[in-house]
């Protein structure tokens, strides 16, 4: 194991930690996920030696590629999907992911459901929101979320488990901008959680490694951490 890496995470930790305590919340109440995509498996072998076990990856291939020999050494791991995802690939990333984090369309959930059923898995998802104005991927209406959670609650015994929200800031320097697009997943989330009271909608992933600190001020409770965990991606 690099003794860099142990640095790094409990460096990254003592943040979280901090942003925690400052705004009142409890210590272990945000999740550290490591975003490695573009990282070898050596890489994240590094990490999970150095006590990660939670992981992103935003594309199926790659995924697939890496994490099929990763977790057979590493049983306590575990990968969520966090990029855009096409349906054709759903059926290949689902033996892998404990969670979808990246559901953005209806058409997505009936295929996840579909061949999460096939299988007989049960899979956690999260709703990703466009909550900034210039990222490309997320629902961009919370009634279209709403019409989602909708949909799910309507599969008759359904294999997806609906457990929160996704969002990526926008990409600025301005603080009140990126916070105010947590802000609105929260809200967002609160709403639902009110009219979708027999779903558990309590996980918030909000954060990387530009502006995690003020998601966890705003409640994120799973930040995902690439960059500053493994330096610039090639
Ligand atoms: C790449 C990526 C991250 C990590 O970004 P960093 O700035 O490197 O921390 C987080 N979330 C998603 C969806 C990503 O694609």
Same mark, same amino acid.
Do not use: W, Y
């Given at each position: 194991m690099s003794l860099n890496m142990k640095e790094t995470i409990n460096a990254i930790q003592t943040r979280i930690?901090?942003?925690?305590?400052?705004?009142?919340r409890s210590p272990g109440s945000v999740?550290?996920?490591?975003?490695? @995509?573009?990282?070898?498996?050596?890489?994240i072998q590094s990490a999970i030696d150095a006590g990660l076990t939670l992981f992103?990856?935003?594309?199926?291939?790659?995924?697939?590629? =890496?994490? %099929?020999?990763?977790?057979?050494?590493?049983?306590g791991i575990s990968l969520h999907m966090i990029g855009s995802l096409q349906r054709n690939k759903v @059926?290949?990333?689902?033996?892998?992911?404990?969670?979808?984090?990246?559901?953005?369309?209806?058409e997505l959930?009936?295929?996840?459901? =579909?061949?999460?059923v096939k299988t007989n898995k049960i899979i956690d998802i999260l709703f990703e929101v466009n909550t900034g104005e210039e990222s490309k991927s997320g629902f961009t209406d919370e009634n279209l979320v709403f019409k989602a959670l909708e949909t799910v609650s309507n599969y008759t015994s359904s294999n997806i488990r609906p457990h929160g929200f996704m969002t990526m800031a926008p990409f600025t320097k301005d603080e009140k901008l990126i916070r105010s697009s947590f802000r609105k997943l929260t809200q967002i989330q609160k =709403?639902?959680?009110?009219?979708?009271?027999?779903?558990?909608?309590?996980?918030? %992933?909000?954060?990387? %490694?530009?502006?995690?600190?003020?998601?966890?001020?705003?409640?994120?409770?799973i930040v995902r951490v690439?960059?500053?965990?493994?330096?610039?991606?090639?």
């Open positions: 930690n901090n942003a925690l305590t400052r705004s009142g999740a550290l996920m490591a975003v490695s @995509k573009f990282h070898t498996v050596n890489e992103g990856e935003n594309r199926v291939q790659e995924a697939c590629d =890496k994490f %099929s020999v990763l977790e057979l050494d590493n049983p @059926k290949a990333i689902l033996p892998l992911v404990s969670c979808i984090q990246s559901v953005d369309r209806i959930l009936d295929e996840i459901q =579909k061949q999460a =709403k639902a959680q009110d009219m979708f009271p027999h779903f558990n909608l309590t996980e918030l %992933s909000m954060g990387m %490694s530009n502006d995690f600190e003020i998601a966890i001020e705003e409640g994120s409770t690439g960059t500053a965990l493994f330096g610039a991606r090639q």
